[in-house]
């Protein structure tokens, strides 16, 4: 069970967890795949335990990777792509056009806050293919399509069933027009020490959010 947490959390804009990614990289030496590797275990902790039963087996989850981090996350969350791949496990990139798919779950990983304009080409393809199945969504970080600041959603948005937010969530996700796209909201600490946050570029108070589970439950 993914407890709550009923504390004070301060919202960043995609600008602030850009610095924070700087300064955990450059002043404090842990490499972006660091911090991957820890948003992927989360999210598949957050996805058995939510939407999998606790239970994993026998179940077919789809993920929907991107390029950037996110997309990195993402796989992650499935497993390190070239161990999947020899482990013989079912690994490629279906044609996107094309009816249902066969899932228990879908992860979106697709965009991360990053986002510049409506997503286009096989991205908002990909986007919209999540959109039109059965099975629930889960996305990281932010709902690929919505605007991680502004909480814009573009066109097209993923309507996620719940979203997994890295750090501390992002100030889009609270926003009144991203409440359909962001369903559940989680928060998942990927090793940001409060000091960091604390620092003159941040200037923030940031309390035990992880003290119970790396994985906490915002609304």
């Given at each position: 069970?993914?407890?709550?947490?009923?504390?004070?959390?301060?919202?960043?804009?995609?600008?602030?967890?850009?610095?924070?990614?700087?300064?955990?990289?450059?002043?404090?030496?842990?490499?972006?795949?660091?911090?991957?590797?820890?948003?992927?275990?989360?999210?598949?902790?957050?996805?058995r335990?939510?939407?999998?039963?606790?239970?994993?087996?026998?179940?077919?989850?789809?993920?929907?990777?991107?390029?950037?981090?996110?997309?990195?996350?993402?796989?992650?969350?499935?497993?390190?792509?070239?161990?999947?791949?020899?482990?013989?496990?079912?690994?490629g990139?279906?044609?996107?056009?094309?009816?249902?798919?066969?899932?228990?779950?879908?992860?979106?990983?697709?965009?991360?806050?990053?986002?510049?304009?409506?997503?286009?080409?096989?991205?908002?393809?990909?986007?919209?293919?999540?959109?039109?199945?059965?099975?629930?969504?889960?996305?990281?970080?932010?709902?690929?399509?919505?605007?991680?600041?502004?909480g814009?959603?573009?066109?097209?948005a993923?309507?996620?069933?719940?979203?997994?937010?890295?750090?501390?969530p992002?100030?889009?996700?609270?926003?009144?027009?991203?409440?359909?796209?962001?369903g559940e909201?989680?928060l998942?600490?990927?090793?940001?020490p409060?000091?960091?946050?604390?620092?003159?570029?941040?200037?923030?108070?940031?309390?035990?959010?992880?003290?119970?589970?790396?994985?906490?439950?915002?609304?």
């Open positions: 069970m993914i407890p709550r947490y009923r504390g004070e959390v301060p919202y960043l804009s995609a600008e602030q967890m850009v610095e924070v990614d700087r300064a955990m990289v450059e002043d404090l030496g842990i490499e972006l795949v660091q911090m991957m590797e820890n948003a992927g275990r989360n999210l598949a902790h957050l996805a335990t939510r939407f999998l039963g606790g239970d994993p087996r026998g179940k077919r989850v789809v993920v929907m990777a991107g390029t950037g981090g996110n997309g990195g996350g993402a796989l992650v969350c499935a497993h390190q792509l070239r161990i999947l791949r020899r482990m013989r496990v079912e690994v990139a279906p044609p996107v056009p094309g009816g249902e798919l066969v899932a228990d779950l879908i992860v979106d990983g697709i965009i991360g806050y990053s986002l510049k304009g409506s997503p286009r080409g096989a991205a908002g393809e990909l986007i919209r293919r999540a959109n039109a199945q059965c099975a629930p969504i889960l996305s990281l970080d932010v709902p690929s399509g919505v605007d991680a600041t502004s814009i959603a573009c066109d097209p993923v309507e996620a069933t719940a979203t997994m937010t890295l750090a501390l992002k100030e889009g996700l609270r926003a009144p027009g991203a409440r359909a796209h962001v909201l989680y998942a600490d990927i090793g940001v409060p000091s960091l946050y604390a620092g003159p570029a941040l200037g923030l108070r940031v309390g035990s959010i992880f003290a119970e589970s790396d994985v906490v439950r915002l609304s």
